[in-house]
C-alpha cells in the first residue's frame, strides 16, 4: 500500500492532504493554526480546568455529602430572631409557622423598626395569643445608626436563650420541624450553623434567575463550608451562640456598611472547627423573592458592597471564580467567530456544559429547584451576564439601605 503525501501552501495556512491508492480516496485537512489562535485555545483550556475544579472538587463534595435525619431530641431552647420594618402582609402569612415549631422550649423575638403600615397593632394582638412570642420596638431617634444591624442588636440582646436563630419576616419554614434542625449540634465546639433558603417559584424569567442565582450562591459557601472554608451565610437561615456575637463585639466592626448582619459576620467568625451546615428538606426556609428588576438589582447591590469587606483569601477565590468565567464566555465567543478554531471551541463548550449538567442537575434537586434543571445551560450564561452588568452598575450606584 502506498500513500502520496501533497503540501499546498497558501497564504499563512498549511493543507496536508493524504491519498490512499489501494482504497477508495480519502483525504484529510489538517489546519495549522496560528499563534494567536493556539494562545486563546490555551487561555480558554485553562479557563476550563479552573471551572471544572470548582465543580469537581468543591460543589461535588456538597453533592455527594450525606444528609442528616431529624433530631427527635432538642438539646437545649432556642431563641428565634426575626427583624420587621413594615412586614404586617408577610408577618400575618408566616409568622404562624414559626410560632407553632415542634420544639419544647423556646422564643420568638420579634424586632419592630420603626414601621408606620399596622404592624405595632398586630404584633400586640398576637402576644396575647402566644406566650412564646417577645417583641421589642425600635422608635425614630436620631442618636443611633438607623438600619437591620442595629435591629438584629436589639434582638439579640433581648433573647434569653444562648443559641440564636435567625430569619425574615418574609420567610416560611418548610415544617414545623426547622428548629429541630437548625438547634445547637451535639459538637459543643460548633458556635455557627449555616441553613440554606431556597426562593419561592414564580412564573418570570426574573424569578428564574434570582433562584438560579441563589443556588449557586448557596452551593458555593456550604461546599465551601464543607471543606473547612467558610466564608459567609444567609440571614434568611441561618444560626450562631449569644455568647459569640458579645465575644467579638457584635457588628462594631462593619456597623458603617448597610448590609452584611449576616455574611459579614460569618465571614469573621467561621472556621473550620466551630461552623456546621444544614441542608435536610426539614431545615430550610423559604423566601419571597423580588417581584421586580428594580428590586433586585437594589439587593444584589447590598450583597456586593458587603463582599469587599470579606478576608483575602475569601475575595481572592470569589473574584477568581467570576473572572474565570467570565473570560470563559469571551474566549469562547472570540474562538467561535474565528473559522479555525469554531468546532474545536464548541467542542470545549460541550464538554464543559455535559460536566457540569451532570453536577449542577444532582445539586438543584437536592436543593429544591429541580425545575431548572432542563434549563441549566441558558440560565448560566443569562446569569453570567446579569453578574457582569450588576458589577459595572455596583461602581457607579452608591446608595443602598435595608428598607
Known sequence: MRVYFCLIFYQHKTVLQIKNEKFAPVYFNVVILTIPEIYLLSALGFCLL?????????????????????????????????????????????????????????????????????????????????????????????KFIAGKKFAVTMGIKAAKYEWLVFTDADCEPESDNWLMCMQQPADENVEIVLGYSPYMKKRSLL????????????????????????????????????????????????????????????????????????????????????????????????????????????????????????LFYILLISLICLPDTRYIALGILAFSVIIRSFIYSRLLKRLNYGDLRWWFPILDMILFVFLVFNGFLSIFVKKVQWK
Not at 402576644?127 to 422608635?139: A, C, M, N, R
Not at 450562591?217 to 466564608?231: C, E, H, I, Q, R
Not at 431545615?283 to 447590598?302: A, M
Open 50 to 142: 479552573v471551572q471544572l475544579y470548582f465543580s469537581l472538587f468543591v460543589h461535588l463534595k456538597l453533592a455527594a455529602t450525606v444528609i442528616d435525619d431529624v433530631p427527635q431530641l432538642s438539646k437545649s431552647p432556642v431563641s428565634v430572631i426575626i427583624c420587621a420594618r413594615n412586614e404586617i402582609a408577610n408577618l400575618q402569612q408566616y409568622l404562624p409557622a414559626v410560632l407553632n415549631q415542634n420544639y419544647p422550649e423556646f422564643e420568638v423575638v420579634v424586632v419592630n423598626d420603626r414601621s408606620w403600615d399596622g404592624t405595632e397593632e398586630y404584633l400586640e394582638e398576637l402576644e396575647k395569643q402566644f406566650p412564646k412570642l417577645k417583641v421589642v420596638k425600635i422608635l425614630d431617634n436620631d
Open 207 to 326: 424569578n428564574a434567575l434570582i433562584r438560579f442565582e441563589t443556588f449557586f450562591t448557596a452551593v458555593n459557601y456550604l461546599s465551601f463550608a464543607l471543606k473547612g472554608m467558610p466564608y459567609m451565610g444567609v440571614g434568611r437561615n441561618m444560626a450562631y451562640k449569644k455568647s459569640l456575637f458579645f465575644k467579638n463585639k457584635g457588628f462594631a466592626a462593619h456597623m458603617h456598611i448597610p448590609s452584611g448582619d449576616d455574611d459579614l459576620f460569618v465571614n469573621a467568625h467561621a472556621n473550620a472547627s466551630n461552623t456546621a451546615i444544614r441542608i435536610n428538606p426539614d431545615s430550610q426556609v423559604w423566601s419571597e423573592p423580588n417581584k421586580t428588576w428594580g428590586g433586585y438589582l437594589r439587593q444584589k447591590k447590598r450583597h456586593f458592597g458587603a463582599g469587599k469587606f470579606y478576608k483575602p483569601k475569601h475575595k481572592f477565590i470569589l473574584s477568581t471564580q467570576i473572572i474565570i468565567q467570565f
